[in-house]
């Protein structure tokens, strides 16, 4: 009795959500293009970090070597991104990893994966609009923050800010204003901000190649101290020391700066997922959302290339400023005029990457109210605008009250938790799906497949009938681990992968906590090559077994490897991060179990279908056999317009 209710109970946290891919139907107005997307990816992902991130890396990580610390970065962040464009392609519907999720994994994890997307999208745009409202207040002398001071200070230390952020809230809710308008206009705004924070990272680049002086990447560490003790100037400012200059050269801190620099530089990186959320606002989506993931993320390695390139040529590297390097290399070159097109960049690289945390944040909590995991309030469409109306009022009302209230520094740290989780889940979701059957996977892989539409509907249900029944030759022998005798995926190679990945997930954990505690301690380095060694050998398992041949616009190469790769970078870098931000990770949950639990679990759309006298089998969409709904999408797409971009 009990064994049964804990295996009922199973079910409901891992029952996985039927997608009906059918591009034609959207309860939001289908009004943007590829290039919206580029922009949109492009402004969330190259915020203000570009103008403050390459100083603070180059000057105490990686030295000039800062572009071999973005190159290590934007290859760890194209992993995760290859796997967001294949579900962008597979399933292009609103949600993001949270979709994905459930249609994989199950219920639990989707609804832990879009409760942690909430909480990283709202203090992403708190602690953006505060940046904002900081960097403009310091452009006019900082009248603001003084008013603020002397008129409503806050004696809460360790809790609150020191004073309530009226500008900041001002940004958000105009923001929020404009989200509300209209996805067309949003994106328009998004636009042009986007291409003027191009245009004055393009100066930047071009200015500081002119200006600069390739000796500042080989510089000597002697003849700099030398001539700093035989200066008769005062350049104590600068505390230039032995431990600030590392070995000189190109890589002054050495192979271990480099990949601390690139552990940090992965951050900047974050941003392009909210491309996902618009699977039902974008006009060819299977093609759209991989590229402009892709496209999106290798825009943002050369301008994050040749800034830092730019600015350890114009300046030496351990005299960089922390917080703001490129008006401060302007200066050093003597062109001070420069900090104001820097100033006017910053301004629109903080805007486009307000609205790309914004944007995505009532897409996801939309997704969720529909599917009956979170209040189905927050699920209203606006009939004008067919945009998430009251999500995105209720998203704008809560950063604003975030951002006016708290002090969000040391909250930043769950942003990582939240995006890495998701991208976690993501690259698993990608390795269990291509090699399950195609009966188990086909509701959301009909959408994309190009196989023949004229295929009898009798013949392709006798065939996924026969690949439904367990083949004589299916048990679970070396020869079938090592060598499937099956050519396309089966019901055991379905279940082999699934196990595999579990176990992936586990040792990569204690690989990532073993690593961080244990550094290179003897044992720690002992049980880390176990460790690697047995994931190798899973690795080749999965990697011996039978993929499915579906063919979709746009598909994740060198499987399994890169998706393995990928869970072992976000699990280290998640493992990174301190106690207390865990602490307060662990805060949220509960918040977010409680409202799973005493509602989600009982209210969820597959709940209600499940009880339902008219329950529609997970072979089975809207009624009718898949074979048939494929059918008539496949006519659909050949008679669709083109995507104008």
């Given at each position: 009795?009990?064994?049964?209710?804990?295996?009922?109970?199973?079910?409901?946290?891992?029952?996985?959500?039927?997608?009906?891919?059918?591009?034609?139907?959207?309860?939001?107005?289908?009004?943007?293009?590829?290039?919206?997307?580029?922009?949109?990816?492009?402004?969330?992902?190259?915020?203000?970090?570009?103008?403050?991130?390459?100083?603070?890396?180059?000057?105490?990580?990686?030295?000039?070597?800062?572009?071999?610390?973005?190159?290590?970065?934007?290859?760890?962040?194209?992993?995760?991104?290859?796997?967001?464009?294949?579900?962008?392609?597979?399933?292009?519907?609103?949600?993001?990893?949270?979709?994905?999720?459930?249609?994989?994994?199950?219920?639990?994890?989707?609804?832990?994966?879009?409760?942690?997307?909430?909480?990283?999208?709202?203090?992403?745009?708190?602690?953006?609009?505060?940046?904002?409202?900081?960097?403009?207040?310091?452009?006019?002398?900082?009248?603001?923050?003084?008013?603020?001071?002397?008129?409503?200070?806050?004696?809460?230390?360790?809790?609150?800010?020191?004073?309530?952020?009226?500008?900041?809230?001002?940004?958000?809710?105009?923001?929020?204003?404009?989200?509300?308008?209209?996805?067309?206009?949003?994106?328009?705004?998004?636009?042009?901000?986007?291409?003027?924070?191009?245009?004055?990272?393009?100066?930047?680049?071009?200015?500081?190649?002119?200006?600069?002086?390739?000796?500042?990447?080989?510089?000597?560490?002697?003849?700099?101290?030398?001539?700093?003790?035989?200066?008769?100037?005062?350049?104590?400012?600068?505390?230039?020391?032995?431990?600030?200059?590392?070995?000189?050269?190109?890589?002054?801190?050495?192979?271990?700066?480099?990949?601390?620099?690139?552990?940090?530089?992965?951050?900047?990186?974050?941003?392009?997922?909210?491309?996902?959320?618009?699977?039902?606002?974008?006009?060819?989506?299977?093609?759209?959302?991989?590229?402009?993931?892709?496209?999106?993320?290798?825009?943002?390695?050369?301008?994050?290339?040749?800034?830092?390139?730019?600015?350890?040529?114009?300046?030496?590297?351990?005299?960089?400023?922390?917080?703001?390097?490129?008006?401060?290399?302007?200066?050093?070159?003597?062109?001070?005029?420069?900090?104001?097109?820097?100033?006017?960049?910053?301004?629109?690289?903080?805007?486009?990457?307000?609205?790309?945390?914004?944007?995505?944040?009532?897409?996801?909590?939309?997704?969720?109210?529909?599917?009956?995991?979170?209040?189905?309030?927050?699920?209203?469409?606006?009939?004008?605008?067919?945009?998430?109306?009251?999500?995105?009022?209720?998203?704008g009302v809560v950063a604003a009250v975030m951002a006016f209230l708290f002090d969000l520094k040391d909250l930043v740290d769950l942003m990582s938790i939240g995006t890495l989780l998701a991208y976690t889940l993501v690259a698993a979701c990608v390795l269990v799906l291509r090699y399950q059957p195609e009966q188990t996977s086909g509701a959301y892989e009909m959408a994309n497949t190009q196989d023949d539409p004229e295929i009898p509907e009798t013949e392709s249900l006798t065939e996924g009938n026969i690949d439904m029944i367990p083949q004589p030759e299916d048990c679970i022998t070396i020869k079938n681990l090592l060598n499937p005798s099956n050519t396309e995926p089966s019901s055991l190679s379905g279940f082999v992968v699934n196990v595999c990945?579990?176990?992936?997930?586990?040792?990569?954990?204690?690989?990532?906590?073993?690593?961080?505690?244990?550094?290179?301690?003897?044992?720690?380095?002992?049980?880390?090559?176990?460790?690697?060694?047995?994931?190798?050998?899973?690795?080749?398992?999965?990697?011996?077994?039978?993929?499915?041949?579906?063919?979709?616009?746009?598909?994740?190469?060198?499987?399994?490897?890169?998706?393995?790769?990928?869970?072992?970078?976000?699990?280290?870098?998640?493992?990174?991060?301190?106690?207390?931000?865990?602490?307060?990770?662990?805060?949220?949950?509960?918040?977010?179990?409680?409202?799973?639990?005493?509602?989600?679990?009982?209210?969820?759309?597959?709940?209600?279908?499940?009880?339902?006298?008219?329950?529609?089998?997970?072979?089975?969409?809207?009624?009718?056999?898949?074979?048939?709904?494929?059918?008539?999408?496949?006519?659909?797409?050949?008679?669709?317009?083109?995507?104008?971009?």
């Amino acid at each position: 009795m009990i064994l049964a209710t804990l295996k009922g109970i199973g079910k409901q946290l891992l029952r996985v959500k039927v997608v009906d891919c059918n591009t034609e139907n959207s309860h939001f107005s289908r009004c943007l293009n590829t290039f919206d997307l580029v922009a949109l990816g492009v402004g969330s992902t190259l915020g203000a970090g570009v103008y403050v991130l390459a100083g603070a890396v180059a000057r105490d990580s990686s030295g000039p070597a800062i572009i071999l610390s973005f190159l290590i970065a934007a290859l760890a962040s194209v992993l995760a991104g290859l796997c967001y464009a294949e579900f962008g392609a597979r399933v292009p519907r609103t949600g993001s990893a949270y979709l994905y999720s459930y249609v994989t994994v199950g219920e639990l994890w989707a609804f832990i994966t879009g409760w942690n997307l909430i909480l990283s999208y709202i203090i992403g745009t708190s602690s953006v609009a505060r940046a904002w409202s900081a960097t403009f207040d310091e452009l006019i002398g900082r009248h603001i923050e003084e008013f603020c001071r002397r008129h409503m200070t806050m004696n809460a230390p360790g809790f609150l800010a020191e004073y309530p952020d009226i500008f900041a809230v001002f940004i958000i809710l105009t923001l929020t204003g404009l989200l509300a308008f209209g996805v067309k206009e949003s994106a328009l705004v998004n636009k042009v901000f986007t291409c003027i924070n191009i245009l004055v990272l393009l100066f930047v680049v071009i200015s500081g190649f002119v200006k600069g002086n390739l000796k500042n990447w080989n510089l000597n560490p002697e003849e700099i101290l030398n001539a700093t003790n035989n200066s008769s100037l005062n350049v104590s400012d600068l505390l230039i020391s032995e431990e600030s200059l590392g070995a000189g050269g190109f890589m002054p801190f050495g192979i271990s700066g480099v990949l601390s620099g690139a552990a940090t530089c992965f951050y900047a990186f974050v941003g392009f997922d909210c491309i996902a959320t618009t699977g039902e606002e974008v006009k060819n989506p299977q093609r759209a959302i991989p590229i402009g993931i892709v496209a999106s993320l290798l825009i943002c390695f050369v301008a994050y290339f040749g800034v830092s390139a730019a600015l350890t040529v114009m300046m030496p590297y351990y005299m960089l400023d922390k917080n703001s390097p490129l008006p401060v290399a302007f200066k050093y070159v003597g062109w001070e005029g420069a900090t104001y097109a820097v100033a006017i960049g910053s301004l629109c690289a903080l805007s486009t990457s307000l609205l790309g945390s914004m944007f995505p944040m009532p897409r996801v909590i939309w997704a969720m109210a529909e599917d009956g995991l979170l209040f189905k309030c927050l699920a209203q469409i606006s009939p004008r605008t067919k945009s998430p109306l009251t999500a995105t009022i209720m998203s704008g009302v809560v950063a604003a009250v975030m951002a006016f209230l708290f002090d969000l520094k040391d909250l930043v740290d769950l942003m990582s938790i939240g995006t890495l989780l998701a991208y976690t889940l993501v690259a698993a979701c990608v390795l269990v799906l291509r090699y399950q059957p195609e009966q188990t996977s086909g509701a959301y892989e009909m959408a994309n497949t190009q196989d023949d539409p004229e295929i009898p509907e009798t013949e392709s249900l006798t065939e996924g009938n026969i690949d439904m029944i367990p083949q004589p030759e299916d048990c679970i022998t070396i020869k079938n681990l090592l060598n499937p005798s099956n050519t396309e995926p089966s019901s055991l190679s379905g279940f082999v992968v699934n196990v595999c990945t579990s176990i992936l997930g586990v040792l990569v954990f204690v690989f990532s906590v073993v690593a961080v505690q244990g550094g290179l301690a003897p044992w720690s380095v002992a049980v880390l090559s176990v460790i690697m060694v047995v994931c190798l050998i899973i690795t080749f398992i999965v990697w011996r077994q039978p993929q499915s041949k579906a063919k979709l616009a746009f598909k994740v190469p060198l499987l399994p490897f890169l998706p393995v790769t990928s869970l072992f970078i976000n699990v280290y870098l998640m493992m990174q991060l301190d106690r207390g931000t865990w602490m307060r990770f662990s805060i949220w949950m509960i918040l977010g179990f409680i409202i799973y639990f005493s509602y989600g679990i009982r209210n969820s759309a597959e709940a209600v279908l499940t009880r339902s006298d008219t329950y529609t089998p997970a072979c089975m969409i809207k009624g009718e056999p898949m074979t048939t709904e494929r059918k008539s999408f496949l006519d659909n797409a050949q008679n669709a317009p083109e995507d104008d971009d």
